[in-house]
């Protein structure tokens, strides 16, 4: 089935996802403690609910940040505009009255009903917690997804998380885990595979190579899809862990490099023409 089009908090989530990626070396072992059950889940086989999810998770509560914005910004019109902003991004329209603060007399908003209509939105705010923070993880995953490099750090440390939990996990689910200690290769699902060629367009990752995987035009370049971090290496099948490399590629790469890149095609080139 084709992924669908749909409304995405990019706002919100490039916001987020700056937070997880510049804090990821002091906070990643302590996110992978807070969702350790949750996250050993998604590294026995692909999940579309990713580690990266859950390390996400530990950094968005929007009824937090919230409040920490009503409490320290000196400014309701401020606060009302984040709060907009955030809705729509997440594409959803509570029924309250707009506040008009360009006609409002009122300086610290006390007798207006401007105060009251932010504490309309963030009552709506919080009753609707849960589904907004998942959006934003949702959308913030989108930009990580496409770096690579990124998705290459992030699973380096969680294979140590791995090593460390070996025992654990194949006491939980000890058709998972091999008689070496280690992950077991999984089945990779079509939305998987799909998305990986998508993301990285259709092209080898190596930078040494970046030959064209599409089949558009010629045939002979096979497809494969390669953990990033090997499964010797205490890697995992998080769907997180995978790019696209060719055949020739995937082989030379073996079973205990973690070669991966940040090349990839932008959208136009910084050069003068």
């Known amino acids: 089935m084709a992924?669908?089009?749909?409304?995405?908090?990019?706002?919100?989530?490039?916001?987020?996802?700056?937070?997880?990626?510049?804090?990821?070396?002091?906070?990643?072992?302590?996110?992978?403690?807070?969702?350790?059950?949750?996250?050993i889940q998604s590294l026995i086989k692909p999940s579309k609910l990713t580690a990266v999810h859950h390390y996400l998770y530990f950094f968005q509560d929007i009824e937090e940040e919230l409040d920490n914005i009503y409490k320290n910004v000196d400014d309701l019109e401020w606060t009302?505009?984040?709060?907009?902003?955030?809705?729509?991004?997440?594409?959803?329209?509570?029924?309250?009255?707009?506040?008009?603060?360009?006609?409002?007399?009122?300086?610290?908003?006390?007798?207006?009903?401007?105060?009251?209509?932010?504490?309309?939105?963030?009552?709506?705010?919080?009753?609707?917690?849960?589904?907004?923070?998942?959006?934003?993880?949702?959308?913030?995953?989108?930009?990580?997804?496409?770096?690579?490099?990124?998705?290459?750090?992030?699973?380096?440390?969680?294979?140590?998380?791995?090593?460390?939990?070996?025992?654990?996990?194949?006491?939980?689910?000890?058709?998972?885990?091999?008689?070496?200690?280690?992950?077991?290769?999984?089945?990779?699902?079509?939305?998987?595979?799909d998305s990986v060629f998508y993301r990285d367009k259709g092209t080898c990752s190596n930078p040494e190579c970046r030959c064209d995987l599409s089949n558009l035009i010629r045939t002979q370049n096979k497809k494969h899809i390669d953990h990033i971090i090997p499964l010797d290496l205490f890697g995992s099948n998080d769907a997180s862990n995978f790019q696209l490399l060719c055949e020739s590629c995937n082989t030379s790469k073996g079973a205990r490099s973690t070669a991966s890149s940040s090349v990839n095609a932008p959208y136009w080139n910084l050069e003068q023409p």
Not at 4 to 33: C, M, Q, R, T, W
Not at 154 to 182: A, G, M
């Open 80 to 193: 009302y505009n984040f709060i907009i902003r955030t809705l729509d991004g997440v594409n959803m329209q509570p029924k309250v009255p707009t506040p008009d603060f360009a006609a409002c007399t009122d300086e610290y908003h006390e007798e207006c009903n401007c105060r009251d209509i932010v504490h309309q939105l963030m009552g709506y705010i919080n009753e609707h917690q849960n589904t907004i923070d998942k959006l934003i993880v949702h959308a913030a995953f989108q930009f990580i997804f496409q770096d690579r490099k990124f998705l290459h750090d992030f699973n380096w440390e969680l294979s140590t998380f791995i090593e460390e939990h070996i025992d654990e996990i194949e006491e939980q689910y000890p058709e998972f885990v091999t008689s070496k200690k280690r992950i077991k290769r999984a089945y990779f699902p079509k939305w998987l595979t």
């Open 3 to 39: 992924t669908k089009d749909e409304h995405l908090a990019l706002s919100s989530g490039i916001g987020l996802a700056g937070i997880a990626v510049s804090n990821f070396g002091d906070y990643s072992f302590e996110a992978f403690s807070c969702f350790k059950d949750e996250i």
